[in-house]
């Protein structure tokens, strides 16, 4: 067995202590040593004076509260992974518990041994390959001809980052593949559901759905970025976008949304293919997913030859988007500027963020131009 892990659990609620504390003695494949605190000045102590692998972090302490608790640990030790409980199942929250600085989070009444032994094991090996690459960075930053630094670090730091994204990505997927099996043998006899239990359904299936995007263009996304070598090809404009929306016809035949294929000016175009499958995929999905619900979805994809450069261009007459406002979030990750209150579209926010990466590297251009309530046009300068 492995040394012990030393953890700090800061917690007010003692009943919730005393289960993480239950669920952590009967792991058996690792042994845990586990200090509790009730108050987040109480755990600065031991922070400061003692050694610890991991702090578990209640955001809801009486003299702490909220994501300036994370900030505030992480100032404290930033080379400690966090872990936050909470009470809040929340896609977005989670999103900004990440950004202040925790590795993870888990909500209360849903964790179980098994996921929280995982969790902290992941944290703890995010947490130092994060430290590796700010250490890499900042020896980079100090020596302006880098002559002391072995470029085999980044290199290696990169691959294992890359390799960890695509493991944790890879096994997550059975599990949702469970759970959204699961939740489509319930919805064939919702009727039986009483309102209430129709809500809960629904969001379920939207969260499992999200999550199942989620994975998956983390997973391409490892692997496109695991192949470097780029090889252009003469591609068949028409051909290309059969393939992409043979795959995408269920989605297209849900939204109704009619698709009109121009390609006279320029029916070719030398491009990676799986590149430009990738680019056309994520931006066709867009102009459906955010489609208005004032008016039928009519997109028009186009493409043409001007001064001797490819263009593609890809119209809709959706909602819109709000460039004065989020046009420098555009192709940032995890960047939902049309995400519905409701929460009935689903998207991870990965998508033009993979669209603009493809371009960079291979040297091609994306030019946006979008109204609201109008619709919006992608053109890509090949």
Excluded: C
């Amino acid at each position: 067995m492995s040394e012990p892990i030393s953890l700090l659990l800061i917690e007010d609620n003692i009943a919730d202590a005393r289960f993480i504390e239950i669920l952590l003695r009967d792991i058996t494949s690792q042994k845990y040593h586990i200090q509790h605190k009730s108050t987040f000045a109480e755990g600065v102590t031991i922070l400061e004076k003692e050694k610890t692998d991991l702090l578990l972090l209640d955001l809801s302490l009486p003299d702490s509260f909220g994501l300036e608790t994370i900030k505030n640990a992480d100032k404290i030790v930033p080379d400690l992974p966090i872990i936050v409980l909470t009470g809040r199942s929340d896609e977005d929250f989670a999103v900004e518990v990440v950004k202040a600085g925790a590795q993870d989070y888990l909500v209360k009444g849903e964790i179980t041994g098994p996921l929280l032994s995982r969790a902290i094991r992941y944290a703890i090996k995010r947490k130092e390959m994060e430290v590796d690459m700010r250490n890499i960075n900042r020896r980079l930053e100090e020596s302006e001809l880098n002559l002391n630094i072995n470029n085999a670090d980044l290199v290696k730091a990169n691959k294992e980052l890359d390799r960890f994204v695509y493991v944790i990505s890879h096994d997550l997927k059975k599990p949702v593949a469970n759970i959204i099996g699961l939740l489509s043998i319930l919805g064939t006899d919702t009727d039986r559901l009483s309102d209430r239990g129709k809500e809960i359904y629904g969001k379920l299936k939207f969260s499992a759905d999200q999550l199942k995007k989620m994975i998956t263009d983390l997973l391409e996304e490892t692997k496109r970025e695991g192949i470097r070598d780029t090889h252009f090809e003469m591609i068949d404009l028409a051909k290309i976008f059969d393939e992409v929306m043979i795959g995408m016809e269920q989605f297209i035949l849900t939204s109704k949304a009619k698709i009109s294929l121009d390609f006279s000016r320029s029916p070719t175009l030398s491009y990676p293919y799986q590149d430009l499958k990738s680019i056309i995929s994520n931006l066709l999905s867009n102009a459906i997913k955010y489609s208005s619900s004032k008016r039928d979805s009519v997109i028009n994809v186009k493409s043409d030859f001007v001064a001797g450069v490819h263009t593609l261009s890809i119209t809709d007459n959706g909602k819109g988007i709000d460039l004065t406002m989020n046009g420098n979030l555009l192709f940032k990750k995890y960047q939902r500027l049309n995400a519905d209150k409701e929460a009935t579209t689903e998207g991870t926010g990965l998508g033009l963020w993979i669209v603009k990466e493809i371009l960079d590297k291979n040297g091609s251009k994306i030019e946006v131009e979008s109204h609201l309530d109008e619709g919006t046009t992608f053109k890509i300068l090949f």
